[in-house]
């Protein structure tokens, strides 16, 4: 049982620049800060691990004013504790220094850790994907814009050799968004292309059923949140009677316990979760919420939440260990100018490592 004692911990801050006016039905988004997290032994300060906190503007819990005061914080008190760990005590150590209403530093601190016990390499979860050996089927996505920006994007992702297009929807007209869809299934059947959109909540429960059923002519594989969270018997509604399948995504923000994730999903049954390990608090959680999903039929698959490629990389280790044959939500490595150069590359819609690549330092 591997074992790293005396532990230091460290941060940088990482402003990434979009190459595009990247928008959501909650505005457009030009630059995401992210903290890069260190942590390596006293005596060995040459191996490093990294990780990644970078809370999601107007979404994560901790997106907040003070985060990177509240992060130096942390990162001190877990200094001074002069920490010793091994791969079984992660959680609790984490849950211990990090309070649940913090899930990107969370996600941040475990990440930097199970780097370490690896040997520093960005090695977070050993598997065949890491040894360029596996792919990962991903989705493109169809960012919020005007009209002609989003058909270029769909013709881009098309001829790029994506199987499965997600378009994000509510921002323009929806009959215009609907045109989208249907020039995708014109060209394209089901059976050639998956289609999945994400609505982010930008439907009013008064009208949602009736835009669902507009939606289901186009023959979708799923729909991300047709209204915010926090409806539950809205929501619960909607997944009985929806003509296509619902996922929940922002919905499991802020549900911690193991009592309350199974309450959400006992009383919404959704078809599908979409798990974001920077806004659920890690690796843990994730699993957690896995757990309970397919105890109940639920399916469910992994998506980045805007992260540079250390945090891209953690979850994309992390979803190939768990071989879920869903396309999975892992594009976001190319949005930045200033992105961290990684060994992730997307090859004809699928994520792969390759080790032949070397992580910048």
């Not at 001074?80 to 990107?104: G, R, T």
């Not at 890690?282 to 939440?305: D, H, K, R, V, Y």
């Not at 200033?338 to 992730?344: D, R, V």
Request: a negative charge; aromatic letters at 8%; one cysteine or more.
């Amino acid at each position: 049982m591997k074992n790293i004692q005396n532990l230091q911990f460290s941060y940088e801050k990482l402003t990434l620049d979009f190459k595009f006016e990247a928008g959501t039905s909650r505005g457009v988004l030009k630059h995401k800060d992210s903290y890069i997290i260190a942590v390596n032994e006293k005596i060995k300060k040459n191996t490093v691990g990294l990780g990644e906190a970078g809370p999601l503007p107007n979404l994560s819990l901790d997106d907040l004013v003070d985060f990177e005061m509240i992060l130096s914080r942390v990162l001190d008190q877990l200094t001074k504790a002069n920490i010793s760990v091994n791969f079984e005590e992660i959680d609790e150590l984490v849950k211990h220094f990090v309070p649940a209403s913090l899930p990107s530093i969370r996600f941040g601190i475990e990440t930097a850790i199970l780097d370490l016990l690896h040997g520093g390499n960005r090695t977070i979860f050993p598997s065949d994907f890491v040894k360029g050996q596996q792919a990962i089927e991903i989705n493109g996505l169809i960012w919020m814009g005007d009209k002609a920006f989003m058909l270029e994007q769909i013709d881009q992702k098309l001829q790029s050799g994506y199987n499965c297009i997600k378009m994000k929807i509510g921002a323009i007209d929806f009959v215009q968004e609907c045109e989208l869809l249907g020039y995708i299934r014109q060209h394209f059947g089901q059976e050639k292309i998956t289609l999945r959109v994400d609505a982010n909540g930008a439907f009013g429960s008064h009208e949602a059923m009736n835009k669902l059923d507009i939606l289901s002519q186009f023959a979708l594989h799923s729909i991300e949140q047709p209204i915010r969270q926090g409806q539950l018997e809205a929501m619960s509604e909607l997944c009985k009677k929806s003509p296509l399948p619902i996922a929940l995504d922002e919905e499991l923000i802020g549900v911690h316990s193991l009592e309350d994730k199974r309450s959400l999903l006992e009383s919404i049954m959704p078809q599908f979760v979409i798990l974001k390990p920077t806004l659920l608090g890690g690796f843990a959680s994730c699993n957690e919420w896995i757990g309970i999903a397919e105890e109940l039929n639920i399916g469910w698959w992994m998506t980045s939440a805007l992260e540079s490629n250390i945090g891209l990389n953690a979850i994309a280790q992390y979803t190939a260990i768990k071989n879920n044959k869903l396309p999975q939500g892992l594009g976001t490595g190319q949005l930045y100018h200033n992105n961290i150069a990684s060994p992730l590359e997307i090859v004809s819609g699928t994520l792969i490592y390759d080790p032949n690549t070397i992580w910048a330092k």
